[in-house]
């Protein structure tokens, strides 16, 4: 069963974030992962991301592999706050 996981960041710079995160749409594709980009209508340097994915572990592995990690630390101001959703 997939897991719904909402992610939120502040970011140095919304547009190389969004760049950056299209960028990998095919990876996530690849790894079953489906997430849409929002930004915070009254904090502009938030980002959020929302999706599924196959499972957390599936998530975690795909987050936390070292080029994300690089992207991560390139552009993310602090650890962002991640959220997962199971359906009732």
């Given at each position: 069963m997939s897991i719904t996981v909402i992610i939120e960041a502040d970011v140095k710079n919304f547009e190389n974030w969004l760049a950056l995160f299209n960028e990998l749409e095919d990876q996530r594709q690849e790894a079953g992962i489906n997430f849409k980009a929002f930004k915070?209508?009254?904090?502009?340097?938030?980002?959020f991301v929302i999706g599924t994915a196959p499972s957390k572990q599936v998530f975690f592995d795909f987050f936390n592999s070292p080029e994300r990690l690089a992207i991560q630390q390139?552009?993310?101001v602090k650890q962002p706050i991640i959220t997962f959703l199971e359906s009732v």
């Amino acid at each position: 069963m997939s897991i719904t996981v909402i992610i939120e960041a502040d970011v140095k710079n919304f547009e190389n974030w969004l760049a950056l995160f299209n960028e990998l749409e095919d990876q996530r594709q690849e790894a079953g992962i489906n997430f849409k980009a929002f930004k915070n209508a009254s904090e502009p340097q938030t980002s959020f991301v929302i999706g599924t994915a196959p499972s957390k572990q599936v998530f975690f592995d795909f987050f936390n592999s070292p080029e994300r990690l690089a992207i991560q630390q390139a552009i993310i101001v602090k650890q962002p706050i991640i959220t997962f959703l199971e359906s009732v």
